[in-house]
Nanobody, 127 residues
Framework: QVQLVESGGGLVQAGDSLRLSCAAS????????MGWFRQAPGKEREFVSA????????YDANAVKGRFTISRDNAKNTVYLQMNNLKPEDTAVYYC????????????????????WGQGTQVTVSS
């Protein structure tokens, strides 16, 4: 079992940057593909970014391409989301997820494939 704890959210202005972190418990972190999702009030949870077990392959939603970067440090059991040039429409609760994955280079995009989720961290971007 994996427990995930997100941190790094906050209130920022449009154009600012934030870095979210997601710390995972357990010793098998490198067996999990990781992803970031977000959920705004009244909306469904949506995919943001994903990274493969190896860290070699990433995939970003069109809405964040060129602004957000996902990365991971398997030695620290942590996945990050660097968010630059934030926009008011990025306001949401951000969740990280872990998906047990056989293929080292495959990022996982679909929420049903994620077995574990963190509690979320709020990101609010003012205009």
């Amino acid at each position: 079992q994996v427990q995930l704890v997100e941190s790094g959210g906050g209130l920022v202005q449009a154009g600012d940057s934030l870095r979210l972190s997601c710390a995972a418990s357990g010793r098998a972190f490198s067996r999990y593909a990781m992803g970031w999702f977000r959920q705004a009030p009244g909306k469904e949870r949506e995919f943001v970014s994903a990274i493969s077990r190896s860290g070699d392959t990433t995939y970003d939603a069109n809405a964040v391409k060129g602004r957000f970067t996902i990365s991971r440090d398997n030695a620290k059991n942590t996945v990050y989301l660097q968010m630059n040039n934030l926009k008011p429409e990025d306001t949401a609760v951000y969740y990280c997820g872990a998906s047990l994955e056989i293929i080292p280079t495959r990022p996982v995009i679909a929420p049903p494939e994620y077995a574990y989720w963190g509690q979320g961290t709020q990101v609010t971007v003012s205009s």
